[in-house]
């Protein structure tokens, strides 16, 4: 199919407006000739209208159903083929190795979604029978309604239209409309044709899904705005998702906002680790900060080290490994224009030392910034908010603390970040664990001997944290627990059988997990 | 002990502030000569100083320690003996055998909670083993640290100082400090001392719990402006609750308000369900409508019925039940100010018919008010948001729909609300599916041919639902799942067993109910 630039609503291709963008090779700066349509307020509505009309069909489809819908958006995924890898790839210079891998996450997140609901434990079903001076009350969740998600520009599949929170909210039960991201417009319309092959193929309403384009700020202003969203998912910069979550509390009647927005993702090594293994950890970090030229939300950004000879030798030993390796290529002049202005920022304040980098990388005809290595002292941080600024891209700071007590000085003005991690020795094991409490407090993923970057997507996943991390630390964007976002709990007392959700009947006919009295059972009341 | 009205910070009593306000006997609207001292900024700070000291203490205390404590606090209310509900009489009017049922409901639910800490599945405990290419990923649930509570004046136990969202929060393993209800000071500080006892008891650190006298807007703002509060519990008002989220939401890190506040608990019935039953539903209306003066959020405030004789002669029915019963007292000056305004605004509306009362009580030595009953149309209802506002007392009004359709037009037009109610016939059950799906999306509890007040607290139970009826519609304020309002979900990846909590632990020493790899639990990894 040849791409049209135009909007996708309800199964229709819509292009009403007047402002359009292209898509730029990251690698060359070169713009493709094919105009992509800026939504206008008329077509936000009409796909928010239609998302409300197929809400209505889709809020009492079977979770089985919803399963199989899941999984064939999985296969009509596959089924774009290298197209979409080699798409994907002109638009963010990713490369087709981690664009291949990312593809299989992506659709291993769709399968993954809907093995969770053909188990159906999710729905949360809990039973109260009745008692005397106690009516019958069972609850379980329910999906709140069409839901607006905002596609992330650093993982074109995988946090993107076809995404994590997309699929959570479809497996969710709601209907969705999904603000491309206009780092990948092309991209983004090859996952609208396999979501309208996906709903044709299983006959589920158009309005299930739709997808408009925009490169300002007012396509998203006017999908948080409209009065028929209930909730929204983000993924993206803090100044992005504020304004975002700012749009949906001054609304007549507020609605949640998941946003995942920045982390500079602290690591602390102890000496005792250093002692041991310097060299693997000053490898692995680099792989780490540099991985997909530093653009991810868990790229580690900063390194607590206590002051000593060894913490001195392991960061020269980083700062010359990041000195070495390549300079990537950025994903579009937005994100490279960001990183300059906040690492010129950073390095300009009189507690920085600049170590390597920090500077825009010469002769590039692509989007590219100096692997950057600074660092300050504990005391500074402390001092200064704005030295725990995210620097999007291939870039660290090292944090010079006197001792063990300005370390855990340090860690209590953290702010809060997506994950923590420490390296240290089993024979710290007795002495760490208050350090563990304190780390634990400000992530919501904390590592033990390992990197922030690469996250699991299994159950037990928690992709999220405290503010500035996201808005909302209860949640995950990451995992099947990311389906709560999107679903609310409804009880009903004493309601008859015949009109209860298979799951609350008191059969279980469907033999799922549920809390019955207090006691998990699989079985009938 | 004499009542000293002084605040409770952390252990000892303070009363730095000038500005005092007094407690008032409703019904005789005689003043108390007691004065209660509004905290100061100061106080604010220092009861959250507290709070964040013992918290650091508490967030590792395992849920069989706190167990412990919730049940000491039941004994310690407990051992505040009959002043406890004669001082509350004599501040809200409620009449001791409500408050008898209300402290027994207040004890029981911190023994719930302890139970269900003993239980310890509440935990949410979910372990992925480590497989080729995967970590090992374990989460829990983690308290999110000090919480602010805003008391209500309408339930000065079960939704007060001691209620509902303090046990939850408690629970979860927070610290607290709570805003009194100006309502009942005598009341509130009573429970401080309660709560002291229980802390000394224990031995909890002192800052476990704080309680804040107030009677304007200053202690509450300054609370939820604290940057060490992470959540803040409200129940009341939603102008006050609206209030407080704005101003969470303004802060420079952003934190979940969980406000309960206004509901009209719409009534569906059906003309089968008055054919069978026209009396008893008139009756058991009624007395849903009157019961504590009509003060509860579940009150049932809105009645739709198809047009018809028979719906005219309920009408009347319920008219003449709702003159025929005596006014009851309420519980202070605002809440009397309030109803008259808002139904003096009501009735003024051209589409209402004023069916009885809308007028003050004459001659009333008490705050009273006459119960009142009104009248639209459907049309008028959906043209109109404002005939959608609470009536915070005895006040209910009629909606008249032309038919069927007239009636699931209404229904799709209602704000959110807590509950939503159908009286209905079992000979009804095959075509009422779609209006109970329709009523579901309305509110957090649906209710079959029963009436709103009188939320039983079970695990089941879900008091909650779509904005304005709260800004959180995926929390609940009454039953077990009150607690994840205080909780958040952290993973530990690859973390050795012995710097984890015994409920992640390999060999699972508590026994309790885990999700391990998919699947549900009691045992060993």
Chains 1, 2 share one sequence.
């Not at 900060?289 to 950004?301: A, M």
């Not at 409804?490 to 997990?513: S, T």
Request: aromatic share 8%; net charge negative; hydrophobic share 45%.
């Amino acid at each position: 199919m040849p791409l049209t630039g135009h909007n996708y609503i309800a199964g229709a291709t819509s292009a009403e407006g007047g402002a359009t963008f292209f898509s730029v090779d990251p690698r060359s700066k070169k713009v493709d000739d094919l105009a992509f349509y800026s939504a206008t307020s008329d077509e936000v509505d009409r796909a928010v209208g239609a998302a409300v009309a197929a809400f209505r069909e889709i809020r009492n489809y079977p979770s089985a159903r919803i399963a199989d819908f899941l999984d064939e958006v999985a296969t009509q995924i596959e089924a774009l083929g290298d197209d979409l890898l080699h798409t994907a790839d002109r638009e963010t210079g990713l490369g087709l190795p981690r664009l291949t891998g990312e593809r299989a996450r992506t659709t291993g997140q769709f399968r993954a979604f809907g093995k969770l609901l053909r188990d159906g434990a999710y729905l949360r079903a809990i039973i109260n029978s009745e008692e005397p001076g106690q009516p019958a009350v069972k609850q379980m969740q329910f999906p709140v309604g069409p839901v607006a998600i905002f596609a992330a520009s650093n993982f074109p599949f995988a946090f993107a239209v076809a995404g994590g929170d997309t699929a959570s909210a479809l497996a969710a039960g709601c209907s969705i409309v999904v603000k491309a991201h206009p780092g990948h417009p092309a991209t983004s319309e090859m996952f609208a044709w396999a979501f309208g092959a996906a709903i044709a193929a299983q006959d589920f309403p158009p309005g299930t899904f739709s997808m408009l384009q925009g490169n300002g700020i007012d396509v998203g202003q006017w999908l948080v705005a409209h009065e028929s969203i209930e909730a929204v998912g983000f993924t993206g910069s803090l100044r992005g998702g504020r304004a975002i979550y700012d749009a949906a509390a001054r609304r007549p009647r507020p609605i949640p906002v998941y946003a995942e927005m920045g982390s500079i993702n602290p690591v602390v090594i102890t000496q005792a680790a250093l002692d041991a293994r310097a060299a693997d950890i000053a490898e692995g970090l680099v792989g780490s900060i540099t991985l997909g030229t530093g653009q991810f939300c868990t790229n580690p950004g900063l390194i607590l080290l206590e002051e000593s000879p060894a913490s001195q030798a392991f960061i020269a030993a980083v700062t010359e490994k990041m000195g070495a390796a390549p300079a990537g290529v950025l994903l579009n002049e937005t994100i490279a224009a960001g990183l300059e202005s906040t690492v010129s920022q950073t390095a300009a304040n009189p507690q920085i030392s600049v170590l390597t980098g920090a500077e825009a990388v010469s002769e590039g005809e692509c989007f590219a910034y100096c692997n950057t290595v600074m660092q300050t002292s504990a005391a500074a941080i402390r001092a200064d908010d704005r030295l725990q600024v995210e620097h999007f891209g291939p870039v660290t700071l090292f944090v010079i603390c006197e001792d063990a007590a300005d370390l855990r000085a340090t860690v209590d003005a953290l702010d809060g970040n997506l994950t923590t991690t420490v390296h240290a020795e089993d024979d710290e094991l007795a002495s760490i664990g208050d350090l563990l409490h304190q780390l634990r407090e400000k992530a919501g993923r904390v590592i033990w001997n390992g990197f922030p970057t690469g996250v699991a997507v299994v159950h037990a996943m928690q992709h999220g944290g405290p503010y500035p991390a996201t808005t909302a630390p209860g949640a995950t964007s990451v995992g099947m627990n990311a389906i709560y976002r999107f679903m609310r709990p409804i009880a009903f007392q004493n309601v008859p059988d015949a009109l209860l959700p298979d799951a609350l009947k008191d059969g279980n006919p469907l033999g799922i997990m549920r809390l019955v009295d207090d006691v998990y059972s699989t079985g009938a009341l």
